[in-house]
């Protein structure tokens, strides 16, 4: 039965167990870090180093746009664009997580100029981009499902922060509470496109390997992080 | 001196030159059409083979959004894919265009299934939209220069088609008249990112390159056409 078309709710829920499994919010460098045991140069270590990530989001963005077939899809995609980059100077997420660096004591020329970024760190963003860009857009999109898993790990991180390291300021935690809201409308955006589109079991098994990948890329940001700036064991 | 910096003026000139030698308004297909001396077969063959072109438009934008370094430029440019794909279902470049169709006597069906499309349209868009996609950036954006030859065009053919094709409804021309409005805004940013850019006379010469290549995709268009449905010869 292993090439069995999945049902909506089976496929569905398949993608929801990959989360379950693999995001990072498992991986111990994460699990210290909501337990407020971070150094401040570890916090900026993390703030620094995801930048990286951060600052790449809009450019699979438009790698996926440039490969979506239909108006349709673009219209709603291309928020996320807009999301990251912002209308006007002082807006978006790369705008917002530049603020919670300043705030966690990074300048923002640090940060733009890749002085913290570790190899490890550049080399997993580097796969996750090349995979937008030489990957059917199905997978791609399917590598953003992501964002399912956001909108839990942003609202307990913001009381999470807000308790354990009070001398990061309210701005800080801005770019957290605009992904409370944009992560579960585009989340919503790529599970209706992956389920619509994927058609044969083989796709959803690819869809499925791609989520798996996505959550593999952002393990390996703290792998790289707990290696050169170790947490205690508990 | 083959490799002394042009000074802007000098490389604006040259730029210009390339749309005064090279640009689609000179091809014999396209005097015609302004002649009001096309049937309405080969109106009808100009649009739906030109919606290749058109539709192709939003791919290449974002493939160029993908690699613009700077969020400044992406926030400019990115309005060029919101303007031809709409941000609701009735609007946009590619809209207006079909319906410039719709009153030619196409159908929206018979634009998008291809069915009008010469293979060597196909060939000169696929060249156009890989250009963008493999060569450097500011190349890719150079090549979309000939938006600096739009307005002069679009303000002649508003009045020709009105003059020479009376049985073309108002609505039919207003992707023209959105042209002349969208186009001087690109052409604006366009020129000013190939000017601060192109610090080599390496790079100003490549960038004049980029612009005559992309005005022969524009007159291979009119090739096709006119090899498959021939114009008088004065």
Chains 1, 2 share one sequence.
Request: glycine share 4%.
């Amino acid at each position: 039965m292993d090439d069995e078309l999945l049902s909506s709710e089976a496929f569905t829920v398949r993608l929801r167990r990959v989360g379950e499994l693999h995001y990072h919010d498992k991986h111990p460098f994460h699990t210290r870090m909501h337990e407020g045991e971070l150094s401040r140069e570890q916090l900026q270590a993390w703030v620094a180093n995801r930048f990286y990530y951060q600052r790449n989001i809009p450019v699979k963005d438009a790698l996926i746009l440039s490969k979506i077939p239909s108006r349709e899809d673009r219209r709603i995609w291309i928020q996320r664009i807009v999301d990251h980059d912002g209308s006007t100077e002082n807006e978006g997420g790369i705008e917002t997580w530049i603020r919670l660096g300043e705030t966690v004591g990074l300048s923002r020329e640090e940060m733009w100029d890749d002085r913290h970024l570790l190899p490890a760190v550049r080399f997993a963003v580097d796969a996750y981009v090349n995979f937008c860009r030489h990957k059917p857009w199905v997978e791609a999109v399917a590598s953003s499902l992501t964002e399912l898993f956001v909108p839990i790990l942003m609202s307990h991180r913001i009381a999470v922060f807000e308790r354990v390291y009070p001398w990061i300021k309210q701005e800080g935690l801005e770019y957290f509470r605009s992904r409370l809201v944009q992560a579960p409308r585009d989340a919503e955006h790529g599970l209706r496109v992956v389920l619509r589109e994927c058609s044969s079991r083989k796709e959803q098994e690819q869809a499925i390997a791609a989520l798996t990948f996505k959550c593999d890329v952002l393990w390996s940001i703290l792998d790289a992080l707990s290696l050169k700036y170790p947490v205690k064991d508990h």
